[in-house]
């Protein structure tokens, strides 16, 4: 009875606070509120439950980035976890290798082992000093006459559904396991992360494009707005493979097996740079880069760059996109590893692209 009292009492300040310091924590409120009536071994009436899923922080976040399914799964955990009656269910499922890259599943585990210590941290995390300290982290890898420092009218919702987080528009989801769990080594280290696609300035395209050039543009953009940022939470999973809860599976994605999804990249770039009537779209490079936003293969171009000591170029020049690519190249050539470098034929592509998106020369590293 104490222990509940103290968590309501807990929940009502949470509440009360997660309007203020433009943060949201309303979803992790309610969904420690649904943990309290399933640790008392009773079902989740529906009426809680629709009150959860229709809250902005899951309704939004589901619709932009998961699907109806994926909610379904999230309430099948949340009782398997937290319900006592389903133990011997969940040790049975503990083990289950096709679980293992379930990220709903996995999420719900640390926020199971992790319990106690985040209902503590998701004070922590809406105060003013927390969103004041990811800025500063955030400006460190923007350029140095970036002034671009207001995050205006966003919208912060920490949702405890998935080990992820994301920025659209005006709205930006942190998982409240992938926040706490990276911050054990940088404080706001994800949340510098999604701050940096917010504040980062990004070069304009003054020209009219042709289909063909403006898919090589989507995509050549998506893996520097991805790459450059990754250079602020990513590089911790080289670090820290085996202290994350989730590195290994991390480095597996991001690092793994990279090299046929560079020539897929140069092949495409190099198809598109040639006038014939075939080109690869937008819908085709998306697939090239797995439908992982530009995280395969910016990080791993970004680690490239980052261990041959041309870091500092990509942070001063990660508002064109461009520069990340001609970056990997030198850098790749003075890996002793030797990794795949993007043919003469794409470089060249992507100096005349440059000259004809920004009507500026090209700013080729030599």
């Not at 990509?314 to 030797?338: H, R, T, V």
Request: aromatic content about 12%; charged content about 25%.
């Amino acid at each position: 009875m104490k222990h509940q009292l103290l968590l309501s009492v807990l929940l009502l300040f949470l509440s009360h606070y997660s309007f203020s310091q433009k943060f949201n924590t309303e979803a992790v409120v309610k969904f420690w509120e649904i943990t309290s009536i399933l640790q008392e071994d009773r079902e989740i009436p529906d009426s809680i439950w629709e009150s959860y899923s229709n809250l902005p922080g899951v309704k939004k976040y589901i619709t932009n980035n998961r699907s109806e399914e994926n909610l379904k799964a999230h309430r099948k955990y949340l009782e398997l976890f937290f319900k006592p009656s389903l133990s011997d269910s969940l040790a049975e499922m503990i083990g289950d290798e096709k679980l293992k890259n379930d990220d709903i599943f996995q999420n719900m585990k640390y926020l199971k082992e992790n319990e106690e210590k985040l209902k503590l941290f998701t004070h922590e995390i809406t105060s003013p000093t927390y969103l004041d300290s990811a800025i500063e982290l955030t400006k460190k890898y923007l350029p140095a006459g970036n002034k671009n420092t207001s995050i205006g009218d966003l919208n912060i919702y920490i949702q405890p559904i998935t080990y992820d987080a994301a920025v659209q528009g005006k709205d930006m989801y942190y998982g409240l396991s992938i926040v706490h769990d990276f911050d054990k080594f940088q404080i706001g280290t994800v949340a510098a992360h999604e701050l940096h696609h917010v504040l980062r300035n990004n070069k304009e395209i003054k020209n009219s494009l042709s289909e063909k050039d403006s898919a090589s543009v989507w995509v050549i953009s998506k893996i520097n707005n991805e790459g450059s940022a990754d250079l602020i939470d990513k590089v911790l999973v080289v670090e820290h493979e085996n202290d994350l809860f989730l590195g290994s599976l991390f480095n597996q994605i991001l690092l793994q097996n990279i090299d046929p999804v560079m020539v897929e990249i140069d092949n495409a770039l190099s198809l598109n740079s040639r006038k014939n009537e075939k080109f690869v779209t937008v819908k085709d490079f998306n697939k090239i880069i797995k439908y992982f936003s530009g995280h395969i293969p910016g990080f791993y171009m970004a680690e490239v760059i980052k261990r041959n000591g041309y870091e500092k170029q990509l942070i001063e020049g990660c508002e064109n996109p461009f520069n990340i690519f001609y970056l990997y190249n030198k850098a790749a050539k003075n890996d002793p590893g030797k990794p795949f470098t993007y043919s003469q034929e794409t470089i060249e592509y992507l100096k005349n692209l440059e000259r004809k998106a920004y009507d500026s020369p090209s700013t080729t590293i030599n």
